[in-house]
């Protein structure tokens, strides 16, 4: 079994400023994907960034973009310019890649309320 | 453009009652599945499904069935309610493989007294 932790249970930056989200894992697994999925009041689950786990190079999505060292089993999530529509909670998350179209679900961090402040 | 449509959005029960919570999507997705999110909590797979007539348990499914009749649809029943059972509940959908966007649908208010 894997398991996802987010060490910032809340953060607090003004805005256009840079903040960066942490996030750990555990897993025993070689291939994976990696998540950073967005969580707004309204409760709705946005997907922010994914990264495979055999790709070197870091993903980037606009003002958004990860820090995945692999080795380490570490995946922060950097916003840079952060703006008021950024206040939400932020869930790291974790999948096993499978071979042959197969699937099972998504293993979520506890997460971190991130609040911007004008 | 639907997506992933849950109702109810919400609910109260009292405990010991049963209930479906419905799940639609109109993605043509075969992967389905429902998560829980508690206070203070990330989601919680209960259910999924891989296609039609093929499920499985995530990490949490006591006190839940589910079942895929058909690609659109993957209700979660809860058959006797308990506090415990209190949460969110979120239905979501995929195309099959893992990696690939996973959809997730409003959420379900779900008190139980």
């Known amino acids: 079994a894997q398991t996802v932790t987010q060490s910032q249970p809340e953060m607090s930056v003004q805005e256009a400023e840079t903040v960066t989200l942490s996030c750990t894992y555990d897993?025993?697994?070689?291939?994976?994907?990696l998540f950073w999925y967005k969580q707004p009041p309204s409760r709705q689950m946005i997907l922010v960034i994914r990264?495979?786990?055999?790709?070197?190079q870091n993903a980037t999505e606009n003002r958004f973009s990860v820090n995945f060292q692999k080795a380490a089993k570490s995946f922060s999530l950097k916003i840079s310019d952060s703006q008021l529509g950024d206040t939400a909670m932020y869930f790291c998350?974790?999948?096993?890649?499978?071979?042959?179209?197969?699937?099972?679900?998504?293993?979520f961090g506890k997460g971190t309320h991130l609040i911007i402040q004008p | 453009n639907a997506g992933v449509t849950q109702t109810p959005k919400f609910q109260v029960l009292k405990t010991g009652q049963s209930m479906t919570l419905q799940c639609a999507q109109d993605m043509n997705h075969e992967y389905m599945s429902w998560y829980r999110q508690d206070p203070g909590m990330g989601l919680r797979l209960i259910h999924y499904?891989?296609?039609?007539?093929?499920?499985d348990q995530g990490e949490v499914p006591n006190g839940y069935n589910v079942s895929r009749s058909t690609t659109e649809d993957f209700p979660l029943r809860l058959l006797s309610a308990a506090p415990s059972q209190t949460s969110v509940y979120f239905c979501?959908?995929?195309?099959?493989?893992?990696?690939?966007?996973?959809?997730f649908g409003e959420g379900s208010w779900l008190t139980v007294v």
């Open positions: 499904s891989v296609g039609a007539g093929i499920t």
């Open positions: 897993t025993s697994e070689s291939n994976y994907y």
């Open positions: 990264q495979e786990a055999y790709k070197q």
């Open positions: 998350a974790f999948m096993k890649a499978y071979s042959g179209g197969g699937a099972d679900g998504l293993t």
């Open positions: 979501a959908s995929s195309r099959t493989g893992s990696g690939n966007t996973i959809y």
